[in-house]
T-cell receptor
Framework: DGGITQSPKYLFRKEGQNVTLSCEQN?????MYWYRQDPGQGLRLIYYSQIVNDFQKGDIAEGYSVSREKKESFPLTVTSAQKNPTAFYLCASTPGGADTQYFGPGTRLTVL | GIQVEQSPPDLILQEGANSTLRCNFSDSVNNLQWFHQNPWGQLINLFY???GTKQNGRLSATTVATERYSLLYISSSQTTDSGVYFC?????????????FGRGTQLTVWP
């Protein structure tokens, strides 16, 4: 089946540790996105990538890093510099431009 | 960036009732999507509707781009309609595809 997968579903981290969230898509989409959702809030954009080996910061990029070495993969690293990392993280992709955006199932990150 | 406001923030209905959710946005857009977020957090596409009217079963949506608002209609509500409904838009001047989200409408449908 075509779609977007994210792993793990739940992730627990100790303060001071870096963690990497996986996002994979087999839709052959060019553009991929990472969003963060906090309770009672809408989604906010962390990073996005329109093409392999290129990515741009979104509205809340501080404390996060990404890579785009393959078209189908867009991993997000939450670094120890992120002051409040506990949140729900959603990955999305789109064929390009202003097309319909599709979302993965998300990863819930909790910092202990 | 574009400001997106959704109303009402919360809506409680009895099964069978109809409802209208509203989304106002502050600038011209070339993409507007309605999503339903289920209790497990999955965002499900309902409509891609930068302008005009679309219908899908009990749900329909209308976007009046010139007046910068969109409406989502839910008829004959069912308990499975419960969840958060988000409106998201893309800046018309941008080719980047990023979405700006509203805060959502929390819908609860009681049996």
């Amino acid at each position: 089946d075509g779609g977007i997968t994210q792993s793990p579903k739940y992730l627990f981290r100790k303060e001071g540790q870096n963690v990497t969230l996986s996002c994979e898509q087999n839709l052959n989409h060019d553009a991929m996105y990472w969003y963060r959702q906090d309770p009672g809030q809408g989604l906010r954009l962390i990073y996005y990538s329109q093409i392999v080996n290129d990515f741009q910061k979104g509205d809340i990029a501080e404390g996060y890093s990404v890579s785009r070495e393959k078209k189908e993969s867009f991993p997000l690293t939450v670094t120890s510099a992120q002051k409040n990392p506990t949140a729900f993280y959603l990955c999305a992709s789109t064929p390009g431009g202003a097309d319909t955006q599709y979302f993965g199932p998300g990863t819930r990150l909790t910092v202990l | 960036g574009i400001q997106v406001e959704q109303s009402p923030p919360d809506l409680i209905l009895q099964e069978g009732a109809n409802s209208t959710l509203r989304c106002n946005f502050s600038d011209s857009v070339n993409n507007l999507q309605w999503f339903h977020q289920n209790p497990w957090g999955q965002l499900i596409n309902l409509f891609y509707i930068p302008s005009g009217t679309k219908q899908n079963g009990r749900l329909s949506a209308t976007t009046v781009a010139t007046e910068r608002y969109s409406l989502l209609y839910i008829s004959s509500s069912q308990t499975t309609d419960s969840g958060v409904y988000f409106c998201a838009v893309n800046d018309r001047g941008s080719t980047l595809g990023r979405l700006y989200f509203g805060r959502g409408t929390q819908l609860t449908v009681w049996p």
